[in-house]
């Protein structure tokens, strides 16, 4: 039986863009799980299976139903552990947790604010309005004030980038030689803006660049496939 995933969908329900969600998906793929998507919007907390924290992602294993992605992220490594490690021993999980925390906390903050009008309009008009009063708290300004001249903070985005370029200098992937759920976490932050925004936060070129690519190309081209998809 397939796990079941709930995931964040936009106005066209084939739109999937949360990173958190993305987390798990590529988590799910590395494992080799099968799972089932289940397309959920904002207003729709409900409807999520009990206990959840009111977001996604959520999924169910079963009579298991777990939150958040680094809990479910554990558990697939725990639950699984004969199918291909996420962390590759304790110590990448250790690392996998640094990753996940600086991305929380400066890497996802960074990019909202010069996607976040794109994300108001490729989420579905009945979650509009809670998406704006939501934002706007959080950024203290209107979208579009936070979205404004957003060329002119790329130079400063792509100094933030500098310890993963020189980590993605010296070794294939995060996780070393092969991807790990430190990929997963930085990937899935990055198909953030790839699904909703045609605004290009990468120069064309260098390590970070090159890692990206191959991004694409893991699991099937899953990232790969929505990516194109959005860019048709």
């Known amino acids: 039986m397939p796990i079941t ?12 863009f949360s990173p958190r969600c993305w987390r798990t998906k590529f988590a799910l793929a590395h494992k080799g799980l ?12 409900a409807n999520l299976p009990q206990p959840n924290q009111g977001r996604v992602p959520v999924i169910c294993d079963g009579e298991q139903v777990v939150h958040d ?20 021993g304790s110590g990448g999980r250790a690392h996998a947790r640094f990753v996940n925390e600086w991305t929380e906390a400066v890497l996802l903050p ?52 500098s310890p993963l370029r020189a980590t993605l200098s010296n070794q294939l992937w995060l996780g070393g030689a092969k991807p790990s ?14 699904c909703v925004s045609r605004f290009s936060l990468l120069p064309a070129d260098g390590p970070i660049f090159d890692w990206w690519q191959r991004v694409q190309f893991l699991y099937d081209s899953l990232a790969g496939n929505a990516v194109r998809s959005r860019s048709a």
Do not use: C
């Open 5 to 16: 995933l709930y995931d964040l969908a936009g106005v066209d329900p084939a739109l999937r």
């Open 34 to 45: 099968d799972a089932e998507t289940v397309p959920w919007r904002f207003r729709e907390a």
């Open 69 to 88: 992605s680094w809990t479910i992220a554990e558990y697939l490594e725990d639950a699984y552990p004969d199918l291909p490690s996420l962390f590759a």
């Open 110 to 161: 960074s990019i909202l604010p010069m996607i976040v009008v794109d994300l108001f309009q490729s989420v579905d008009s009945e979650d509009q309005p809670y998406f704006r009063a939501n934002r706007e708290a959080r950024l203290g300004k209107t979208l579009e004030a936070a979205q404004a001249d957003r060329e002119l903070r790329l130079p400063s985005f792509n100094v933030m980038l």
């Open 181 to 194: 759920y430190a990929d997963h976490v930085v990937a899935a932050a990055l198909m953030w803006p790839s």
